[in-house]
């Protein structure tokens, strides 16, 4: 039996501990210990080696992160599910690979991504008392069809169908959003790239858009990727993380008198494009614009944190921190011009699947039980929150829900993961798989965004002749030997878990 230590755990987390170890789902006794809250800051196309405490030849000072790290276990091998928001985001929530569902993104004026039967993990939260709560970007899709006009002709740009303000009535309520999956109360903007331009509080936005997008400010790095479509008037883009910090703390100091324990999912904007610190912020790293709006972010996490301490709400709340994806393809420059690797020692950025693009920062905080200052090594998923919580809070799982989640909480308590395998992909047929430390790229390359020639040349990244490669991470962390010509079993190997894993669920451990 897994040696299970209680570390200055206060009398209810010991006995939830020790149900823990004994293994047993005695839900009736976990259902009368005070549950923990569950806080998860999800960051927006931050790099494995962006934080200071994991990488360090990192250029970024990020200080709170860093402490929040060395306050709880920081996990070397956590993945998300895909290359790219919108997918990662469905599994974080559902406890399932996002290929079972799609692949891309939801664009501009997208439907929800949900189907009505799915369990998500604020719904799963909320069935057993907990208040939830999403401030942050959604990009998970709402029905916007119901407040849009019979009227409205939209005019195609590109691969964009833009809509004026006037199509909309903005009074009616957007169904299908985060009300409808399991959070009470939402605030954000959506996407902050997307239109519409203006905030979303609950189901209603805020203030109605009346002109077409302008980007404002310009981006101190990148382009401004905002698709266009309507706007308020005076929208700044570099103002949305700091209202989206001042929403999710005071969403905080009001539980202080609340009996009910909670879930806040606080997705942000950042450092996704476009890159936006605030003026005091700008020129505070040696990264540029990027290294500063890493550094501001983290300077809000510090914010919110410490909101969490005064509150009375830090001895009983999982803090979770992670991201979903790798860097956008900027790093690549940031390299050659500032000498700062987003992706640490991993090969590859966002939408790739070798390494970079979805092994990611990933920080667990529960005071008394998960220990202090800890690291592992074993094999995380973001999908494996949601049977993790399960079994923290006595819930069991339906059958058809959280298909592909696995219960870590063996692996935070500092022993073994429950998964030696996983399945990554960004777009359709385009998959790498896992086991153990061998992984498939069941594809000539593991790139979609590509890489610049200079940077392949430097790294000496050649073509690969073959159609798929095959590496060992635990001497080849950085994807450079491809074996898949001397390792020709591994490779049947792989590719048949590969399709047994497409064709059908795989068993959720308990």
Not at 280 to 288: F, L, N, R
Request: glycine share 8%; with cysteine.
């Amino acid at each position: 039996m897994t040696d299970f230590r209680l570390v200055s755990a206060t009398p209810v987390l010991a006995a939830i501990l020790t149900l823990l170890a004994g293994r047993q789902f005695w839900f009736a006794e976990l259902a009368n210990a005070e549950r923990p809250n569950l806080v998860i800051i999800y960051a927006d196309d931050m790099g494995f080696g962006d934080l200071g405490v994991q990488n360090p030849d990192s250029k970024i000072a990020t200080p709170h992160l860093d402490a929040l790290a060395r306050q709880g276990m920081r996990f070397t091998d956590a993945h998300s599910s895909s290359g790219i928001c919108t997918p990662s985001r469905y599994a974080l929530l559902t406890g399932r690979y996002h290929w079972r569902k799609m692949h891309g993104i939801v664009g501009a004026w997208g439907d929800s991504v949900f189907a009505d039967e799915r369990l998500t993990l604020p719904e799963m939260l909320k069935s057993q008392g907990y208040r939830t709560a999403c401030i942050g970007k959604w990009h998970l899709g709402f029905d916007w069809s119901a407040i849009r006009k019979p009227s409205a002709k939209p005019v195609k740009s590109g691969r964009n169908l833009v809509y004026a303000a006037d199509d909309f009535d903005w009074t009616q309520p957007i169904p299908s959003g985060p009300l409808a999956h399991g959070f009470d109360y939402y605030f954000g903007d959506d996407v902050p790239n997307f239109p519409p331009y203006t905030w979303i509080e609950n189901d209603h936005v805020t203030t109605a858009p009346t002109i077409p997008y302008v980007p404002e400010p310009r981006p101190t790095e990148g382009a401004p990727e905002g698709r266009p479509g309507p706007m308020v008037e005076g929208w700044k883009q570099d103002a949305v993380m700091p209202r989206l910090t001042e929403r999710a703390v005071a969403w905080i100091e009001n539980q202080r008198n609340s009996d009910q324990p909670f879930f806040l999912y606080w997705p942000w904007t950042s450092p996704h494009a476009p890159i936006v610190p605030t003026t005091d912020w700008q020129g505070q790293t040696d990264v540029g614009g990027y290294g500063d709006f890493v550094a501001q972010s983290d300077h809000h996490a510090g914010e919110f944190l410490r909101a969490l301490d005064e509150n009375g709400f830090r001895e009983n709340t999982i803090v979770i921190f992670t991201a979903d994806n790798g860097p956008e393809k900027y790093a690549y420059d940031r390299i050659r011009n500032h000498e700062h690797y987003s992706s640490g020692p991993l090969r590859g950025g966002k939408r790739d699947i070798y390494e970079g693009g979805h092994r990611v920062p990933f920080l667990v905080r529960w005071p008394g039980v998960v220990e202090a200052g800890t690291i592992t090594e074993g094999l995380m998923s973001q999908i494996d929150i949601m049977a993790t919580m399960a079994r923290i809070i006595g819930f069991e799982l339906p059958d058809a829900a959280a298909d592909d989640s696995h219960d870590q909480m063996e692996l935070w308590m500092g022993g073994a993961s429950a998964r030696d395998s996983i399945v990554h992909n960004t777009k359709k047929d385009h998959y790498a798989v896992r086991r153990d430390n061998w992984v498939l790229i069941d594809a000539p390359s593991g790139y979609v965004s590509g890489v610049p020639d200079w940077f392949a040349e430097q790294e000496g990244f050649e073509k690969n002749p073959h159609q798929a490669a095959l590496f060992d991470l635990s001497v080849d962390v950085g994807q450079r030997e491809n074996l898949f010509a001397q390792e020709t079993a591994r490779v049947r190997e792989l590719q048949d878990l590969l399709q047994q894993t497409r064709k059908a669920g795989e068993v959720r451990s308990r």
